[in-house]
């Protein structure tokens, strides 16, 4: 049989086909079509514009990954942040943070929150411990649930993630009238001198936030502006933990050079 049998054949198979074909039902052609395996077309437009979307996604990533330099945040800011017991160094911090919010959710005393705007774009919604919220415990559980150990566990009885320390707010520094930090402490890290000015023992201070949690400093000073509070935790300095807890500044002296 001829090719040009074969298309004659073939065109009245069809022709027949659509003289019986019931009503809805697709022509043989669109079947044809339909049954054919898809076949990409690649001319030289479609080339273009595909490596032009994939050099336009690298360069989105490279933009992404400048705009976070150029957002470091307050660098003072991010110096007085305290992590959750337990964190590895900053740098190695940021690398295994997933910011998953899973030592967040679990902490039962809502002392852990998220970093903000302020403290630049790669710290953000990175979890740090806001003692105006809650008060850390060292109960662990934030070490626990971390997936990726950017929260390693900790002895309880020896961890430290800062340093009470009071400020030109304290109450007690003016009139000695305020004892609340030193009533609610749980370590007895804080004593009362002659004249009723709470004194922070540097070497029982864990920096658990319970005295910066229940000061009234500024509930009784609502006039002064400002949100820092009368006693504050400050964060050890770099290594101080592994060495001993060393403060950030002797906190006698810095009692007797604010209460002079």
Known sequence: MTEKQDEKCEAAVEERSEAFRAPGQPPVEAERHAAEPHVLKTDRRSLLKGTAAGVGGIAFLFALGAGAALVPGDPARAETRIRPPGSVPEDEFLARCLKCDRCRGVCHTDVIGMADWADGLVRLRTPVLDFRLGHCDFCGKCADVCPTGAIEPFEKETEKVGLAELTDRCIALRTGACRVCYEKCPYDAITLNSQNVPVIDSQICNGCGLCE??????????????????????????????????????????????AS
């Open 213 to 258: 949690k229940v000061c009234p400093a500024n509930v009784f000073q609502a006039y002064r502006t400002g949100r820092e509070r009368g006693i504050v935790v400050r964060p050890l300095k770099r290594g101080a933990a592994a060495a001993g807890a060393e403060a950030p500044a002797s906190t006698d002296e810095t009692t007797k050079r604010r």
